[in-house]
């Protein structure tokens, strides 16, 4: 092949990798706390803060905790995929582990299985906005309700 063969063929497959692609996609993940209490969730990975994702949550706050946009139809990516536990502390005394998958129990722990659980995104609220042949838009969202922080009461005695 003779060089401007060889960019020819590049050139075309460059066009049809992008233009027949399986489109796009974009998943946000959104706190709301319903607690009345302030709460913080922080992320730890092999026992270390992850403090790039540490977040505050006033009472009644909802924030915006991660956006994901890429190429694909993936799902995204979570806040349940972050780390490989989850600290959520009320009012900056009671403490509460959310813990991955696989890991050993702790006193003050969620196991994965649990249903309010911060680790295990079937434990998300998921809602498609968006879906088309060549964009998709979804979001994950956790309600912290009174209940979990009545849980975080009855953990920490």
């Known amino acids: 092949m003779n ?22 996609y974009e998943s946000k993940t959104y706190f709301e706390n319903r607690t009345g209490h302030k709460i913080t969730i922080e992320p730890y990975g092999a026992n270390n803060s992850i403090e790039i994702y540490r977040y505050d949550l006033a009472a009644n706050d909802v924030k915006l905790v991660v956006g994901d946009k890429g190429r694909g139809s993936a799902i ?23 813990l991955g998958m696989n890991k050993k129990a702790i006193p003050r722990s969620y196991a994965y299985e649990h249903p ?36 975080a009461v009855k953990l920490n005695k």
Do not use: M, W
Request: proline share 1%.
């Open 3 to 24: 060089r401007y063969s060889v960019l020819a063929f590049l050139a075309i497959s460059c066009l049809l990798i992008f233009s027949c692609g399986d489109g796009s």
């Open 116 to 151: 309010r659980n911060l680790k295990n995104r079937n434990n998300y609220t998921y809602k498609i906005l968006e879906s088309s042949k060549k964009f998709t838009s979804n979001e994950y969202r956790y309600i912290f309700t009174p209940e979990d922080y009545q849980d």
């Open 76 to 98: 995204g990516y979570t806040y349940a995929d972050i780390g490989d536990s989850i600290v959520v502390t009320f009012d900056d005394t009671l403490k509460v582990s959310h």
